[in-house]
């Protein structure tokens, strides 16, 4: 029992911690290409660091709305098409005669993507962190 909490909390840190690297590493990516340095005067400091927080949370904010209306089954009829197309394109391809009804069905009991709420965490967490540089850059801005 000891061992699976173990197991569980390892994998949650390990979902965050990899989210929470690629929004830094894209942060960063950034920065680097706009050449931050502490040389800049701090409205443009703030707005370069804005900018680096806040286009990857809102980015894994997205990201995480699109699982989610994944979720839903929104995108189910366009699988289906697509898979139906390559069907006809490739007969020799081994296929079923299944209906979309029975398509649905069968997806919806294979389960959906469960455990995506860090990023909405990880990115609503850079998206803040962003906002309070938005809020200081307009401080210096003069606004």
């Known amino acids: 029992m000891e061992n699976e909490k173990r197991k569980k909390i390892i994998r949650t840190l390990l979902k965050y911690g990899i989210a929470t690297l690629i929004a ?14 502490s040389s800049l005067p701090p409205v443009d ?12 949370g809102l980015l894994l904010i997205m990201f995480g709305l699109l699982v989610f209306v994944a979720n839903t089954g929104f995108f189910d009829i366009f699988a289906f098409s697509v ?25 919806n009991e294979e389960g959906r993507v ?30």
Not at 45 to 55: E, P
């Open 24 to 37: 830094a590493g894209l942060g960063y990516l950034f920065l680097t290409k706009e050449g931050y340095a």
């Open 45 to 56: 400091r703030y707005h370069i660091l804005c900018d680096a927080f806040m286009v990857p």
């Open 83 to 107: 898979k139906k197309v390559v069907r006809l394109m490739f007969p020799a391809l081994e296929y079923s005669k299944e209906k979309f009804h029975e398509y649905r069905e069968r997806k």
């Open 114 to 143: 469960r455990g995506y709420g860090f990023l909405f965490i990880v990115g609503g967490v850079f998206t803040l962190i962003g906002a309070v540089f938005l809020v200081l850059f307009y401080r210096y801005y003069g606004v």
